[in-house]
Structure formats: C-alpha cells, structure tokens
C-alpha cells in the first residue's frame, strides 16, 4: 500500500492507496502543527488505519508533498522509521510525469503541479484546478499538457480571519453562502461579502486565464471549500477531495518507473 501525505500550511491529510485503485481506501485529516514529533504523528494516523482493517506493516511506501519544511522533517522520519517505508518527499524540479513551463520552477509548490497531474489525467487537457486552502489557487495545464503556472489569492478563512479581528464590531460567521447577496443583517452581510465576492474573483479569474490560454479548459476544484463553490458556479465542471492525495500517487508512480 502507499501512504500520500499533503501537507498544507494549515493541514494535513493522509490518505492510502491500494494498487490500482485511484481513490484512497482511508483518509486521516491533522493540523499541520510544526512541533509534533514522529511518534505523535504515527499516534495520529494509527488508529485511522486501524479502523479501516489496515496494519501499519501494509505500507510499503510513502510519498509526501509539504508547503511546511519543519513538518516534512518529521513525517519522513515517522515514514522511514515507524512505518518502515520507502519515504520520497516530491519537487517541482523532478520529473513527476507534467512538463513545468514557468520562468522558476522550484519556486512553484508541489501541490500546485500534483494538482495539474491529477486533473490532467482524470479529464485532459487543457484544465484549471482551483485549490481552495489557506490560499485560493488557480493552476493552469495549457492544451499541450503543460503546467504553465497561474494565480495565488488569500484564502477565504484569512479573509474572514482579517475581518474579524480588525473590525471592532464584526465577529466571526460560518463560510457558508446565504440566499442572497443583498443582505439585511450583519451576518448575512459577512456572508455574502465573502462567499458571493469570491465567487467573483473565482469566476473573473476563471474567465480571465481561460481567455489568455485561448482554449476551454475543463475547471477542477478541490480542497475545504471547493465543493461549495462548485455547487454555486456554472464554470467549475467537477469538485474531486482527494485530488492532490491521487496526484501524489500519479507522481510517485512516475518516479518509481524512472528508477
């Protein structure tokens, strides 16, 4: 079995592949805290695997994609100590299996082009991923199958994060979308700023890349708020959670065969 791990600025999310199987068999979600050691990362993921009838001595490999280099550190030991497995932590230099088409390459997260892989294979190209994490991005795959870079944007929660703690009367609210954009209360207010702005930002930019690349990409969204979004855009075609975790797989895979 192989262990994907995404570490984000905010979370991480462990997910197991079984072979030829492209949706994880299990998931286990964690803040991404800097300070956990190896053992108190394997404390957390243990018993997920156990729920789910998996001994940790099934993971024969693990692959990690990390934004956090203090966490990275930690869960390749954990990797190749606890679990005694075959511990690769991805680049954006190495060859994952998509051609990178930017002016610094190594300047570029290795979710960013997992991401790409994962939504170029599962729809082709050309295709537009968009992350929604502690930052909000656009990721472009050009009709030639490359990764040709794309847009960063704050994150919603630090949106609302910065709203909230600035403003002395405002106050923190769900992410959710209200019935309406024209609010008539202070919550709903908050509400729709939020999601209906950036749904305008999301489809602006959506518009605005797609033009630039002259072609009609097919639109990926993914991560905590992805499906929300999804489900209020014409312009989004598919929500997929897990499209980092696959894309770690397809990366790994690609490596695996170079060797």
């Known amino acids: 079995m192989l262990l994907a791990v995404d570490v984000g600025n905010t979370n991480t999310l462990f997910g ?20 956990r050691m190896p053992d108190e990362w394997y404390a957390i993921l243990e018993p997920g695997l156990r729920r789910q009838g998996i001994d940790s001595s099934q993971i024969a490999s693990m692959v990690i994609s990390s934004v956090v280099p203090g966490v990275t550190q930690w869960l390749s ?19 994952l299996g998509i051609r990178i088409a930017v002016d610094s390459p190594a300047e570029v997260g290795t979710d960013r082009i997992v991401n790409s892989l994962a ?56 992410l959710a979308f209200p019935e309406r954009a024209l609010a008539t209360n202070t919550i709903h207010a908050m509400q729709s700023g939020l999601m209906f702005g950036y749904l305008s930002l ?17 639109v990926v969204s993914t ?5 929300q979004f999804a489900d209020h855009s014409g312009l989004i075609d598919y929500h997929d959670e897990f499209l980092t975790l696959l894309g770690l797989k397809l990366a790994f895979e690609h490596l695996s065969a170079q060797e």
């Open 119 to 174: 939504a170029v294979h599962l729809y082709g190209a050309p295709a537009i991923v968009v992350d929604f994490g502690t930052a909000t991005n656009f990721d472009v795959v050009d009709s030639q199958g490359r990764y040709v870079g794309g847009a960063l944007a704050p994150g919603l929660v630090i949106g609302l994060e910065a709203m909230a703690g600035r403003a002395a009367r405002l106050f923190s609210v769900e």
């Open 202 to 218: 999301i489809e602006g930019m959506i518009t605005r890349l797609a033009a630039e690349l002259g072609a009609t990409p097919t």
């Open 77 to 95: 030991e954990m990797g190749s100590g606890m679990l005694n497995a075959q511990t690769v932590v991805v680049s954006s230099t190495a060859n």
């Open 223 to 227: 991560g905590g708020l992805g499906q």
């Open 16 to 35: 197991v592949f079984d072979a030829g199987i492209e949706q994880p068999v299990v998931t286990v979600r964690a803040s991404s805290r800097r300070d």
